[in-house]
């Protein structure tokens, strides 16, 4: 079974949130924790389960200590998701993501952290990181996994899954419940003000958050961000398409360099999708050791 070590950080708010520690190596080269942060309608579970299957258990393996964090409302964060859940993504922001960061410094004594994320996770962290940019020199690298900000791909699965289920019927949800209940689209839910938060990026052609005044990709031009290597699959026709994931990446300011499409054609074992790029068996020896050597490389 895989070895791992609670920790719960109380909000401002009462709640307490919670962070799962996989431990690493301990010495003086020892590689840089990680902080996991899980997407929309997911929780931390997606990077690993107790079996020690998963990503995170795969780069604990190889001397990380993994810290994979729960955002409020999901997992086993408490209270769970209600329509008394008042928080979105400015919560996020501007306390979870900060918090996480704090403990494992006070946990490991690192200097240095790297990111890794799945899907919206990712577009928190770019988010965070350039609307408090004294946390960029903090950061190694960052490695996302099938994120897009907008959806600008147009087919059937978008009209399906975006447009049908995440607009009309997520918008119908918070109508009549006030917030979106977990394993209606997926393993957790969205609270009111997080699912209206995400809809109006994944519409949006600006990443812009006008209450607070922040213009993204103008901060992104101030402020660079750590290096990043944005991979996603060929078969994710909508959530994490190839096209929407390369405009995210360059709006953040980065290069299409950084970029990889997992796929057959390019030698990969499987056309991967936007879940199973984390999960199938096949990824342990196709791009799990892209992650590591990404990691591992010196360069910042």
């Given amino acids: 079974m895989l070895e791992i070590k609670d920790h719960y950080i109380q909000t401002p708010e009462n709640e307490r949130l919670y962070?799962?520690?996989?431990?690493g190596e301990k010495s003086e080269s020892s590689k840089e924790p990680l902080l996991f942060i899980h997407g929309a309608l997911e929780n931390g579970k997606v990077f690993?389960?107790?079996?020690?299957k998963g990503l995170a258990p795969y780069l604990q393996g190889l001397g990380h200590s993994c810290f994979i964090l729960d955002l409020r409302g999901r997992g086993k964060s408490e209270p769970p998701l209600s329509a008394d859940s008042t928080f979105g993504q400015f919560e996020y922001l501007n306390f979870d993501i900060p918090a996480a960061l704090r403990k494992i410094k006070d946990v490991t004594g690192s200097k240095e952290i790297s990111f890794v994320t799945h899907s919206w996770g990712g577009v928190l962290v770019n988010s965070f990181?350039?609307?408090s940019p004294t946390w960029i020199p903090e950061i190694k690298s960052l490695v996302h996994v099938s994120v897009k900000r907008r959806v600008g791909v147009f087919n059937l699965?978008?009209?399906f899954y975006i447009d049908l289920m995440w607009g009309l019927v997520g918008t119908l949800f918070l109508w009549f419940k006030g917030y979106l209940p977990k394993k209606t689209?997926?393993?957790?839910?969205?609270?009111?003000?997080?699912?209206?938060d995400s809809q109006k990026w994944v519409y949006s052609k600006m990443w812009m958050d006008k209450k607070h005044g922040l213009d993204y990709p103008f901060l992104a031009r101030q402020h660079q961000l750590p290096r990043a290597l944005y991979l996603t699959g060929k078969k994710d026709h909508c959530l994490g398409h190839i096209n929407d994931v390369t405009a995210f990446a360059l709006e953040s300011g980065h290069q299409k360099s950084d970029i990889q499409l997992l796929s057959k054609e390019s030698g990969n074992a499987k056309d991967y999708g936007h879940l199973d790029i984390l999960t199938a068996k096949?990824?342990?020896?196709?791009?799990?050791?892209i992650i590591a050597n990404f990691l591992s490389a010196k360069n910042k």
Avoid: T, W
């Fill in 282 to 289: 096949e990824a342990v020896n196709d791009h799990f050791p």
């Fill in 157 to 159: 699965h978008r009209l």
């Fill in 48 to 52: 690993y389960n107790e079996k020690g």
């Fill in 129 to 131: 990181l350039l609307k």
């Fill in 185 to 196: 689209f997926g393993p957790e839910g969205e609270s009111y003000q997080s699912l209206k």
């Fill in 19 to 23: 962070l799962a520690e996989l431990p």
